[in-house]
């Protein structure tokens, strides 16, 4: 019936964070449309840390049972030889403000592996919950992302970027789940790639290799996924037995909103 919680049939435990299952949805995509300069994004932590505290919040009252760190770009500036552990103090602190578990974000690096820059995002980000490594297109990359930010001892949720169902390296998604599992991954998911459609099958591609399996797709962005499809879409994800659904680029409080009720299941 409407309102009883569904439960996931992959993982009860989400690499750590029990009953996390509905994650967030867009911050940057959000602050661009807002004005800001998509080369600048974390410095608004320092400058202007209420547009992103208006975001976080947003995504908390619409039902997000976890919040993601704004810090997409940290491993980037760490590869760049900034200090970034200013930055991921701010960020961890403007996430803990809506009391909830927080995943600290750390985005593909420009120029793929590199570890150290990773290990360095992740230390600055030591203060969350777990690790959330995102749109990683190379799998030989994420596992190397994998190890480094295992380094500090949070559980790592590991999630690739696929085009036309593949890695760089031609891996499907089932091929570098096993890899990911036999790495340590905490949980292992899909995310971004080439919209929600293709990012939902990657996802499910992956079930059954011994760890949580998340989904985060994209809803687009200009003309973007409506949110009442994009619920649709996430609760076909729950029935398959994917442990937890967020959003990538363009989605927004709408689309975390219709990712919390298809938890509860259709109306009976």
């Not at 309102?3 to 992959?10: A, F």
């Not at 970027?161 to 789940?177: C, K, N, Q, V």
């Not at 442990?243 to 009976?268: E, F, I, L």
Request: hydrophobic letters at 50%.
């Amino acid at each position: 019936m409407r309102g009883e919680r569904r439960p996931g049939r992959e993982g009860g435990l989400l690499g750590g964070l029990p009953g996390v299952r509905v994650l967030d949805g867009a911050m940057g995509t959000a602050l661009i449309a807002g004005g800001a300069d998509a080369m600048r994004l974390e410095a608004l932590l320092l400058e202007e840390p209420a547009r992103g505290r208006a975001i976080h919040a947003a995504h908390a009252r619409a039902g997000a049972e976890a919040i993601t760190t704004h810090s997409f770009g940290l491993a980037r500036r760490a590869a760049g030889g900034e200090d970034v552990r200013e930055l991921g103090r701010r960020a961890v602190a403007l996430a803990r403000e809506v009391e909830r578990p927080v995943l600290g974000s750390i985005g593909a690096p420009a120029a793929e592996p590199a570890p150290r820059a990773v290990e360095a995002a992740a230390r600055a980000l030591a203060g969350a919950d777990a690790l959330l490594l995102e749109t990683f297109t190379s799998g030989e990359a994420l596992l190397a992302a994998l190890r480094a930010a295992g380094e500090v001892g949070l559980p790592v949720w590991a999630c690739a970027s696929f085009a036309d169902g593949r890695t760089r390296e031609g891996w499907t998604p089932a091929e570098l789940a096993e890899r990911l599992v036999e790495a340590g991954a905490a949980a292992i998911g899909a995310g971004c790639g080439d919209g929600p459609e293709a990012t939902a099958e990657a996802a499910r591609g992956m079930l059954g290799a011994g760890a949580p399996v998340l989904a985060i797709p994209t809803a687009g962005v200009g003309r973007a996924m409506a949110a009442g499809d994009f619920g649709a879409l996430a609760g076909a994800l729950y029935e398959a037995g994917v442990a937890a659904v967020g959003g990538c680029c363009g989605t927004d409080a709408a689309h975390v909103a219709a990712v919390a009720a298809a938890t509860r299941g259709p109306s009976a």
